[in-house]
């Protein structure tokens, strides 16, 4: 925090501006309003990351993020028609779709039937006032909230989801969520959602991210969730924002006791992305699957940071990243398993794995392990490097020629951390998100020439 | 292994404390005014009747290291230092620059002796085959006090002494390369030890020359509130090879005392330098009063193609360990190796790893660390390998594994893996495990007591370094190793 | 005279509550080779680690005597020096550990707990290649960390190789016959029946007779409950091979 720099770039001047205009617009939603300035403080006090700050080592978002977009307001009917056309266009993984435009909710764009049964979707700001106890939960995590693209959510927050799955229910479909920006001018987004998931509920969610090609608008997506003893949470992510977006998420997830939570997130993609995981065992005998596929081409520039905290005993992480990089492509995976000292028979696995698919592209990784109790197992490993030349020859030899040779190995390569997700969970909704996943795996190696 | 016995037999052997080069000798000493100015750095270039182009060198530093701040990266933690309150120069006043072991006093010569370290020639020769010798260069505080063997080196042209006498002897070549791997401005600590520096090792192996002995240096800390800042230049020219060896003590006291050394390595067209440390500072009391700050610099430039530089370290000593000895693989066909066993004990702390920059085409490098930690310790390892766009079909392979012994200590692993070549085959694996109650058990039910196991099943743990160092070394490390762990079970 | 005698022994695992031995009592007479089977969880295993001392077991009652001294208040390294040795079923790797290293440690330590000097190192090659050799365990295998990269029989014919070399008072096998095929269990057995002595007694725990055919017994005792429930000759485990375990412990409940 010692870092204080009185010179602000642009970006942060128009963040400041932004934030200026929100609050003196009054309260719209007042409940909020304590969260916004703690995380507008925050924000002020140490601007924009930039490299020399550990966690932004890779991703210098001071450079990256030249300019601060008009924060979007609420999407009008024109633009809520033209959005209705372009969600239609993409095919539901899972049940019900729930839609948001420009962060803001659009019922009218729901689709796939009613809500199952156990499964409520309300406004944030308006939940936060029946249940003041939220406001501890929306403040996060304290890693979380020591996060600038965190603190930048919450000054800007004006309203969200709560999606709840009530105690003990089954449900049999996944979510679909989708996250819209709607075309015109560039525009920054700001978007929360929580969702609950309730003791021994068992519950799927589907978040699929979009917008249009060529325009460099901004993202910055907050999804908290909280999974109960006993509960079950299979996420799904698929980051498909237009070519010249910025897109920044954070994933929080606490885990209850004896409770499953399973991640997929694939990054294909944003001119800018970073995908931060902050997950956090706070009851024992959990068990969490963090993993992810990027594939990235052009000048791209994907960063999975992620931070495992096995902050009580006897849980098990794995935690599995697979980067294609193609072009001059930029992949960064930061990933940190944290095991506190009361956290005894932690098991925690990470591994990342990178295939270059030309001369230009780069890749940094920083696996870490920070490990302050005795009785463990933790491993991480790392590969970079091409696809393998034995293999290749294989391929071709049996007369596959070199570009579908490459799409099967590569998808072979992805599908190490595709293949398991949701295993146990949700059966037909998972598999479709499955072969969905692996499908533009395949497409997008045949369309890379 | 004998040494299980004779380490657990040693161990016993020690009284209360199990730190056993803890004394100190009593000696007069001349010291320079306390604390740091461009008077003391003047002072030393002058007490060294050193060029003018070295003050200059030593001038520049000071004033850079003025804008520097303390890095704070690193996971350790301690009091702020103030460098105004130490002694930057401190050497034997009886005569500090002896012609002869005969000049040199002779409690100096009984602590090395204590050390177990042989300066007298003859002493060594007696009953030894000539490839096991070892030329040692014995630095007392800020002196060297004397190198062995000089003159039979001298035969087939390898130098090796004091960088002090070089900077008279053979000032072309410490001007050429010396700050070539190790800028003045590299960091903090390296920044100050070029202005401050007062003694070290230099060592030069002509063209074709395979080096006939082991060379090593004994680095001893004996005054109170004494900095140590020496530097060691190696440069192993075309095809030549070398193994060198460095150890270091210091008494028991209760304040810390700054060690900050700088090593530069420079390997030209297929030459081969093996870097072996086995360092055994103190490392203060159980709770963690006195003991060795040991913030260094150690560099290797792989310069020339088919050059190879190969650490070795075993680090059982010092109260804080800050030091990442590294290859720059500029040569083409270029290797780099990087191993090392890091126990911490008690309340010590240990920040160490490797950088491997993979810049030449078709380098090579490979990292196997092993840490151990025990007590209240905190042990981390750090380290980068990067390759650059130019280094195609650059290959790293890295191991880094750490123990944990007891539920106070920490292990951490801070890996950087960069690459910006496609060719580049990078492979990282760390692990982290405590001793294994079931193998314990195992060793214990034939008969083997808890301390004997420990030591049996952490030998196990470090044995692909512990292959590295030179036998003479093994044995030595592998009681180090256990005596450091006393204590840390049960 | 017996050389092992547990009277009332009750232990359960240190982190649990549950019982696992229930009062158990045992003789086992000198130069006698007792069999002891029993089903599936009915605490073969964890006798044998409460005798040999692992310390996730806590003893809450009884005692055993090895040569008429309380061996349970010792630790396990101690127990061994008294001439204690346990032949694991699942036998440690120690990855870095020599098996050479290892046995001659293990050797030592026994030689040293036992007032003698330690075996010069030419002594101690000859007496590991000759036992090794008589139980088919090649040079390579020597060579090898302890364990490590052994087959299932590989590690079981190490066990006895211990053994031999350490020449116990009482033997307590566990379970060694599992995870062999007949050509290595023959070779073990040949290596326990090589050992049998007036002096020495074994303790053989096996869920099946099978070993028993090769290893024969004086003396069988049947153990269901953290008790031994029946004792009885060589024929005892041969009804048990016929009639299955339900009966029998059926018939003493």
């Known amino acids: ?449 | ?490 | 005279m017996s050389l092992l005698k547990i009277k009332n022994l009750t232990a359960k695992l240190a982190d649990e509550d549950k019982q696992i031995l229930n009062g158990l009592n045992l003789t086992v007479e000198k130069g006698q080779v007792a069999a002891i089977m029993g089903p599936n969880g009915s605490g073969k295993s964890t006798l044998s680690y409460v005798l040999a001392g692992r310390e996730d077991y806590e003893v809450t009652g009884g005692e055993a005597l090895l040569d008429g001294e309380n061996i349970l208040e010792l630790a396990a390294d101690e127990r061994a020096a008294k001439g204690l040795f346990l032949a694991f079923q699942y036998p440690i790797e120690i990855p870095g550990v020599g098996q050479m290293t290892f046995l001659k440690a293990a050797i030592n330590a026994q030689r040293k707990k036992n007032g003698l000097d330690e075996i010069s190192t030419p002594e101690f090659i000859k007496l590991v290649n000759g036992k090794a050799k008589e139980l088919g365990i090649s040079p390579d295998m020597l060579k090898r960390s302890v364990n490590v990269g052994f087959s299932g029989g590989e590690k079981k014919r190490n066990e006895i190789l211990q053994m031999a070399l350490l020449q116990p008072k009482v033997a307590i096998l566990d379970e060694t016959d599992s995870g062999l095929d007949i050509d290595a269990l023959k070779i073990v057995a040949d290596g326990v029946n090589a050992m049998r002595s007036p002096d020495r007694s074994f303790v053989v725990i096996t869920h099946y007779q099978r070993l028993l055919d090769y290893i024969k017994p004086d003396v069988v005792h049947v153990l269901s409950g953290g008790r031994i429930i029946t004792t009885g000759g060589p024929e005892l485990a041969l009804e048990l091979e016929a009639k299955g375990y339900a009966d029998i412990v059926g018939k003493a409940a």
């Open chain 1, 1 to 449: 925090m010692n870092a204080v720099t009185p010179i602000r770039t642009p970006a942060e001047q128009a963040l400041i501006g932004a934030f200026g205009a929100l609050r003196d617009a009054g309260p719209a939603a007042a409940a909020l309003e304590s969260l916004r300035v703690d995380g507008f403080a925050r924000f002020e006090a140490t601007g924009l990351p930039h490299r020399r700050v550990e966690a932004w080592k890779y991703t210098d978002l001071r450079t990256m993020m030249r300019e601060a977009k008009p924060l979007a307001g609420a999407p009008d009917a024109s633009a809520l028609l033209a959005a209705k056309v372009a969600v239609g266009r993409l095919p539901r993984v899972g049940g019900s779709r729930i839609v948001l435009i420009d962060g803001h909710h659009a019922p009218d764009l729901a689709d796939g039937g009613p809500l199952p049964e156990g499964v409520s979707v309300s406004g944030l700001a308006e939940a936060l006032v029946r249940r003041p106890e939220l406001q501890a939960l929306l403040a996060g995590q304290p890693a979380t909230r020591e996060n600038t693209a965190f603190a930048l959510n919450n000054a800007f927050l004006t309203d969200g989801l709560l999606i709840e799955i009530a105690p003990g229910t089954a449900v049999s479909h996944a979510l679909d969520l989708v996250f819209l920006t709607s075309d015109g001018a560039a525009k920054l987004t700001n978007a929360r959602v929580v969702v609950i998931v309730g003791a021994g509920a068992t519950a799927g969610l589907v978040e699929t991210h979009l917008g249009p090609a060529g325009t460099d608008y901004q993202k910055n997506v907050v999804v908290q969730a909280i999974i109960r003893d006993g509960a079950r949470l299979e996420h799904g992510r698929r980051q498909l924002e237009g070519s010249e977006a910025l897109h920044l998420s954070t994933l929080e997830a606490e885990i209850g006791a004896e409770a499953h939570f399973d991640t997929l997130t694939l990054t294909s993609g944003a001119a800018v992305a970073r995908n931060q995981l902050f997950v956090r065992f706070s009851g024992e005998n959990a068990r969490a699957t963090l993993r992810g596929v990027s594939l990235l081409k052009g000048r791209q520039h994907a960063d999975t940071t992620l931070v495992m905290d096995h902050a009580v005993p006897n849980c098990e992480s794995r935690e599995t990243f697979k980067h294609v990089l193609d072009g001059e492509a930029h992949g960064v995976f930061q990933g940190k398993i944290i095991v506190q000292p009361i956290a005894q028979k932690t098991d925690g696995r990470m591994m990342s794995q990178t295939i270059m698919l030309a001369e230009g592209p780069a890749m940094d990784n920083k696996p870490e392990l920070e490990i302050f109790a005795d009785d463990v197992a933790c491993a991480h490993g790392c590969t970079c490097g091409e696809l393998d030349e034995d293999l290749m020859f294989y391929l071709k030899a049996r007369g596959i020629p070199s570009q579908e040779a490459e799409a099967l190995l590569v998808e072979a390569f992805a599908r190490e951390a595709i293949e398991d997700f949701g295993d146990e969970g949700l059966g037909e909704a998972v598999e479709e998100l499955r072969a969905a996943l692996l499908a533009s795996v395949t497409d997008w190696m045949l369309a890379r020439t």
């Open chain 2, 1 to 490: 292994m004998p040494a299980v016995q004779e380490t657990v037999d040693q161990v016993k052997a020690i009284d209360v404390d199990q730190y056993k080069y803890g004394f100190s000798t009593d000696i007069e000493m001349e010291l320079a005014p306390k604390g740091l100015s461009e008077d003391i750095v003047r002072y030393i270039s002058a007490r060294k009747n050193e060029p003018a182009w070295m003050l200059e060198w030593r001038l520049d530093a000071y004033r850079r290291w003025l804008t520097m701040r303390e890095p704070d990266w690193a996971r350790v933690d301690y009091p702020q230092i103030d460098f105004q309150d130490m002694y930057y120069y401190a050497a034997p006043k009886s005569n500090p620059a002896p012609n002869s072991l005969d000049e040199i006093d002779p409690a100096i010569l009984e602590t090395y002796k204590k050390l177990g370290i042989p300066l007298r020639e003859q002493e060594i020769l007696a009953g030894i085959a000539p490839e096991k010798r070892i030329a040692v260069d014995a630095v007392f505080d800020s002196v060297s006090v004397v190198t062995t063997f000089k003159e039979e080196l001298r035969k087939s042209g390898v130098i090796f002494c004091s960088i002090s006498e070089a900077l008279h002897e053979h000032p072309e070549l410490v001007k050429q390369y010396i700050g070539s791997v190790v800028p003045t401005t590299d960091n903090f600590y390296a920044t100050l030890n070029a202005a401050v520096f007062s003694d070290g090792s230099f060592v030069y192996i002509p063209p074709g020359v395979r080096c006939p002995m082991e060379l090593s240096t004994y680095f001893r800390i004996n005054e109170q509130k004494t900095g140590q800042f020496e530097r060691t230049l190696i440069i192993a020219d075309k095809g030549s090879y070398v193994s060198y060896l460095e150890g270091c003590t210091a008494p028991m006291r209760d304040e810390n005392q700054l060690h900050a050394a700088v090593v530069e390595l420079v390997a030209l067209d297929d030459a081969e330098i093996k870097y072996s440390t086995v360092q055994n500072w103190y490392p203060g009391d159980s709770e963690g009063k006195g003991g060795i700050y040991n913030f260094v610099t150690k560099r290797g430039d792989c310069r020339g193609a088919r050059s190879k530089i190969s650490w070795t370290q075993v680090e059982t000593g010092s109260a804080i360990t800050w030091k990442y000895p590294s290859c720059i693989l500029r040569g083409d066909e270029s290797q780099g190796e990087f191993y090392s066993i890091a126990v911490s004990n008690g309340a010590q702390q240990v920040d160490s790893g490797t950088k491997m920059i993979h810049l030449g085409k078709n380098t090579r490098s490979r990292i196997i660390s092993k840490g151990i930690s025990a007590g209240r310790s905190q042990n981390t390892y750090r380290g980068l390998v990067s390759a650059h766009r130019r280094a195609t079909n650059a290959k790293n392979f890295t191991n880094c594994d750490s123990l944990l012994i007891g539920d106070k200590c920490g292990a951490h692993t801070v890996p950087y893996i960069e690459s910006k070549t496609a060719s580049a085959v990078f492979e990282h694996e760390a692990t982290t495990s405590k001793v294994s109650e079931d193998q314990m058990f195992y060793c214990m039910q034939r008969g083997l007591t808890q301390e004997e196991a420990i030591a049996l099943i952490v030998n196990g743990f470090v044995k692909d370094v512990l292959q590295q160092l030179p036998m003479e070394f093994m044995v030595e490390a592998q009681k180090l190793i256990a005596i450091s762990l006393e204590g840390s079970v049960g």
